[in-house]
């Protein structure tokens, strides 16, 4: 008898540990390639750039750094001062253009994943479907002169991502195999909610791109006040 327990006991560990396993979905961007630089050059004169940003998130300044890496491979900045701080950068250039980003950025979740969670684990649906997760990024850039300190330009880039993803944070609730599937009923309540996991997955997946994309609006936008000579006369 305590044979056929143990058994029973290693069967049931062994089945929970295969379908909590079998029912993970790797990050997935449904939408990746509508949000990349399409790589159409700088007709502009490049100039000194200092960037500052108003965040103190670790994940917003992360895009703010790829950012900054793109302005560089854009042509449109000689140099790049980040963070930029007048006090701090005394003894080097003054920049030319003052690049404020302000990133906004709300997660959520979706009705659906209820659905997927409850009856579709029925069929193994975070595993091919993964639960939905949005992503929506709003890139607030304010380009100051860095000499007079008017104003150049303020302007929006938003950013959409359609996410999907599942780990085993939330498929371990596939227990319902085993039992009359009140754990995924219930669980499918809760995972409507967004998946803090998926931030920093999201983040590294994406952050060459957003990079890319917001850099080539800056760089358009700097080109287009550079080319009729103040960018020339500021440095005079």
Same mark, same amino acid.
């Given at each position: ?64 750094? @790829?950012?900054? &890496?793109?302005?560089?491979?854009? $042509?449109?900045?000689?140099? +790049?001062?980040? #963070?930029?701080? %007048? ?14 980003? @302000?990133?906004? &950025?709300?997660?959520?979740?979706? $009705?659906?994943?209820?659905? +997927?969670?409850? #009856?579709?684990? %029925? ?28 104003? +150049? ?84």
């Amino acid at each position: 008898m305590k044979k056929y327990r143990m058994f029973l006991l290693i069967f049931g560990v062994a089945v929970i540990s295969f379908v909590c396993s079998a029912c993970s979905h790797t990050l997935e961007v449904k939408n990746l390639n509508t949000y990349r630089s399409l790589g159409l050059g700088y007709s502009g004169e490049s100039v000194c750039l200092g960037v500052v940003t108003d965040t103190v998130e670790a994940v917003e300044t992360e895009y703010v750094r @790829s950012i900054c &890496m793109a302005l560089q491979n854009t $042509g449109c900045a000689s140099r +790049i001062l980040f #963070p930029y701080n %007048l006090s701090l950068h005394s003894r080097d250039p003054k920049a030319d253009v003052i690049v404020k980003i @302000s990133p906004l &950025m709300d997660y959520s979740g979706s $009705g659906w994943n209820f659905l +997927i969670n409850w #009856p579709g684990f %029925l069929i193994f649906t975070p595993a091919w479907n993964g639960y939905i997760y949005h992503a929506d990024m709003d890139f607030r850039i304010n380009l100051v002169d860095g000499r007079t300190n008017e104003t +150049i330009d303020n302007f929006s880039v938003p950013v959409r991502y359609n996410i999907r993803h599942a780990a085993m944070n939330r498929t371990w609730t596939e227990v319902g195999w085993l039992e009359v599937s009140l754990i995924p009923f219930i669980g499918g309540f809760v995972f409507v909610q967004y998946d803090d996991n998926v931030t920093e997955l999201l983040l590294q997946k994406v952050k060459g791109d957003v990079g890319n994309y917001v850099s080539d609006k800056i760089a358009s936008r700097i080109a287009g006040y550079s080319t009729h000579g103040k960018g020339k006369t500021r440095r005079q």
